[in-house]
């Protein structure tokens, strides 16, 4: 019944806001990790060719010139929020929208009457298992949109029928599992197995190089994952008929909350990046291996509210073994004791050999946290504060909401 309502309502927002995903070449973007990063980084490549786009993520939403952080605490809007987006990039010109589509926006249907042209997917790893119950539930969700792109009408717009276009990670396991489903075009990017778009000679020394087609990249971005997510996004962007030798020549940048570097002339480093999970916390320690540093001081915390307990006392052991300090706080409690939370953390940063009110400290009040990590800080160390990114608010009890911004929080104490 539950189902059913929800669909209903996706029904009803669509011809209310008269199916203005009908009007756009419209760009999914799914997986675990690095979905907010591909969004921007698609988007960034085709205004780099001249084009209009419209972006809604976790970080952002963007109608053509118009963008503004996302302060929703939910990476897809409802229903006819959604549909009303899609309809203000139709008016504003826009050509493309690059939609951030989670798994449990999936379940509620609010990606049903989005008509698709491409969906982009990352990459697979156990999250949101409570919430779904259980992984192949997690996983079917994410193929559930594969399903919709598949089934949907193709578009006849600007002159030419739109294909359906699938770019999937040969690297990852999911990838076997998508070729089921019969797109126009099924493209694949990687860069450890061959792929269509293969990156070659990569190097990730405080910064990453690489190359695809005899075409150099190289940006400012740390690790690995950042290769994928440029690959993913150039994929996407040639797949719709832009060339890859104009494409190179675009220069990328940041994503507000994603390895965002925070300086007010201090002699540290201060880092704010997402990384809620242990797979996303480890590709950003990988990462930050070849950056130069002194000491490490982590500031983290884990989700309440449905997210998976399993993970806090894992985020709190990678913790304990890889930073030189680590700080315990809250981040987003929901209805679950945030205390409790902690204790789980701070327990897997002691089993890593931390001792408390040594190298460990447990401060609830994240602001006070971040203030004791900056007052730690000496000469060319680092402090790296994952778990909420560019996020806008801590979410509480009964659905409070708390006004907070990691970035804004650093750059007041310094």
Same mark, same amino acid.
């Given at each position: 019944?539950?189902?059913?309502?929800?669909?209903? !309502?996706?029904?009803?927002?669509?011809?209310?806001?008269?199916?203005?995903?009908?009007?756009?070449?419209?760009?999914?973007?799914?997986?675990?990790?690095?979905?907010?990063?591909?969004?921007?980084?698609?988007?960034?490549?085709?205004?780099?060719?001249?084009?209009?786009?419209?972006?809604?993520? +976790?970080?952002?939403?963007?109608?053509?010139?118009?963008?503004?952080?996302?302060?929703?605490?939910?990476?897809?809007?409802?229903?006819?929020? +959604?549909? #009303?987006?899609?309809?203000?990039?139709?008016?504003?010109?826009c050509k493309y929208a690059i939609i951030e589509t989670s798994s449990q926006g999936i379940e509620q249907f609010r990606h049903i009457?989005?008509?698709?042209?491409?969906?982009? /997917? +990352? @990459?697979?790893?156990?999250?949101?298992?409570?919430?779904?119950?259980?992984?192949?539930?997690?996983?079917?969700?994410?193929? #559930?949109?594969?399903?919709?792109?598949?089934?949907?009408?193709?578009?006849?717009?600007?002159? *030419? !029928?739109? &294909?359906?276009?699938?770019?999937? @990670?040969?690297?990852?396991? %999911?990838? %076997?599992?998508?070729?089921?489903?019969?797109?126009? =075009?099924?493209?694949?990017?990687?860069?450890?197995?061959?792929?269509?778009?293969?990156?070659? @000679?990569?190097?990730?020394?405080?910064?990453?190089?690489f190359e695809i087609k005899n075409q150099k990249i190289k940006t400012n971005f740390l690790g690995k994952f950042n290769v994928y997510?440029?690959?993913?996004?150039?994929?996407?962007?040639?797949?719709?008929?832009?060339?890859?030798?104009?494409?190179?020549?675009?220069?990328?940048?940041?994503?507000?909350?994603?390895?965002?570097?925070?300086?007010?002339?201090?002699?540290?480093?201060?880092?704010?990046?997402?990384?809620? %999970?242990? +797979?996303?916390?480890?590709?950003?320690? *990988?990462?930050?291996?070849?950056?130069? =540093?002194?000491?490490?001081?982590h500031v983290l915390g884990s989700c309440g509210g449905g997210r998976d307990k399993a993970r806090q006392p894992i985020l709190g052991?990678?913790?304990?073994?890889?930073?030189?300090?680590?700080?315990?706080? @809250?981040? &987003?409690?929901?209805? &679950?004791?945030?205390?409790?939370?902690?204790?789980?953390?701070? *327990?897997?940063?002691? &089993?890593?050999?931390?001792?408390?009110?040594?190298?460990?400290?447990?401060?609830?009040? #994240?602001?006070?946290?971040?203030?004791?990590?900056?007052?730690?800080?000496?000469?060319?160390?680092?402090?790296?504060?994952?778990?909420?990114?560019?996020?806008?608010?801590?979410?509480?009890?009964?659905?409070?909401?708390?006004?907070?911004?990691? #970035?804004?929080?650093?750059?007041? /104490?310094?």
């Amino acid at each position: 019944m539950l189902s059913l309502y929800h669909l209903m !309502l996706a029904e009803l927002a669509a011809f209310y806001y008269k199916n203005p995903s009908e009007k756009l070449i419209v760009i999914g973007v799914t997986g675990t990790n690095g979905k907010t990063t591909t969004v921007n980084f698609i988007s960034q490549y085709l205004e780099c060719q001249g084009e209009k786009t419209g972006i809604a993520s +976790t970080v952002n939403f963007k109608v053509a010139d118009k963008e503004w952080l996302n302060d929703k605490k939910m990476t897809m809007l409802g229903r006819f929020q +959604t549909q #009303r987006l899609l309809r203000d990039m139709v008016k504003a010109g826009c050509k493309y929208a690059i939609i951030e589509t989670s798994s449990q926006g999936i379940e509620q249907f609010r990606h049903i009457s989005i008509n698709y042209d491409l969906v982009v /997917f +990352t @990459n697979l790893s156990p999250e949101h298992i409570e919430a779904h119950g259980g992984f192949v539930n997690y996983r079917d969700a994410k193929e #559930r949109l594969f399903t919709h792109l598949t089934k949907m009408k193709k578009k006849n717009l600007f002159g *030419k !029928l739109v &294909d359906k276009i699938i770019v999937s @990670n040969i690297d990852d396991e %999911e990838n %076997e599992r998508l070729k089921k489903f019969k797109a126009d =075009k099924f493209a694949t990017y990687g860069a450890d197995k061959i792929a269509n778009y293969q990156a070659k @000679n990569i190097s990730l020394d405080e910064g990453l190089y690489f190359e695809i087609k005899n075409q150099k990249i190289k940006t400012n971005f740390l690790g690995k994952f950042n290769v994928y997510n440029i690959l993913a996004s150039l994929a996407a962007v040639n797949q719709l008929g832009f060339g890859l030798q104009e494409l190179a020549s675009c220069q990328l940048k940041g994503v507000s909350g994603r390895q965002e570097w925070i300086e007010q002339g201090q002699d540290f480093k201060v880092m704010v990046d997402y990384a809620p %999970e242990p +797979t996303s916390l480890n590709l950003l320690y *990988k990462a930050l291996d070849n950056f130069s =540093k002194n000491r490490l001081i982590h500031v983290l915390g884990s989700c309440g509210g449905g997210r998976d307990k399993a993970r806090q006392p894992i985020l709190g052991q990678m913790a304990g073994k890889v930073a030189d300090i680590v700080i315990v706080s @809250n981040e &987003d409690p929901y209805d &679950d004791d945030p205390i409790e939370i902690m204790s789980n953390v701070a *327990k897997g940063a002691k &089993d890593a050999g931390k001792i408390e009110g040594k190298n460990l400290f447990k401060i609830e009040n #994240r602001k006070e946290a971040i203030k004791k990590a900056l007052e730690l800080a000496q000469k060319d160390d680092l402090v790296l504060i994952t778990g909420k990114g560019a996020e806008q608010y801590i979410c509480g009890p009964n659905g409070k909401k708390i006004p907070h911004d990691d #970035r804004k929080v650093v750059e007041d /104490f310094l």
